[in-house]
């Protein structure tokens, strides 16, 4: 049987809830992808573009800096990996978190949450941050987890 886990980053709550679920619908391990520099809402002011979140995104090769590692990422053959869609695309923390571990030979399934945009060019954008990696586009969830829904979703994995 295979180790899987649930790693998330979540701004808002939204993506937290929906990682959340998925780890207890699937019997993974849990882990938050928590920046350094805690998030405030006047950096999530995407309006904004001096906001922090508008800055880090103009400029895709910003790593911000992760609070914490896992220890031991190589028990993991599947690693669901969710976050929300900022720009049309993953927070570049999001790739801050790829390329801190080696990831080869393991699938990375994504997934994440959005008001109204889609994965877009996603996957793509992540691509070389996971080098070795089998990368698969999950599921866009708007923040409803019908829970029937994720089980069959994730039975293929």
Not at 24 to 44: H, M, N, Q, S
């Amino acid at each position: 049987m295979s180790k899987k886990l649930t790693a998330y980053f979540s701004a808002s709550g939204v993506t937290a809830k929906v990682a959340k679920t998925l780890s207890e619908t699937l019997g993974t391990d849990l882990f938050e992808i928590k920046p350094a520099v805690p998030y405030t809402d006047a950096d999530l002011d995407w309006q904004d573009k001096n906001s922090r979140s508008s800055v880090e995104m103009s400029n895709l090769s910003f790593r911000p800096e992760i609070a914490e590692k896992l220890t031991d990422i190589q028990q993991y053959d599947t690693i669901f990996v969710g976050f929300p869609i900022w720009w049309y695309i993953a927070p570049t923390i999001i790739n801050t978190f790829l390329e801190s571990y080696n990831f080869s030979g393991k699938k990375i399934v994504l997934f994440a949450t959005s008001g109204g945009s889609g994965f877009g060019r996603t996957a793509e954008k992540l691509a070389d941050s996971c080098k070795g990696a089998e990368l698969i586009t999950g599921k866009l969830f708007n923040g409803r987890i019908n829970t029937d829904e994720l089980a069959k979703w994730v039975s293929e994995f």
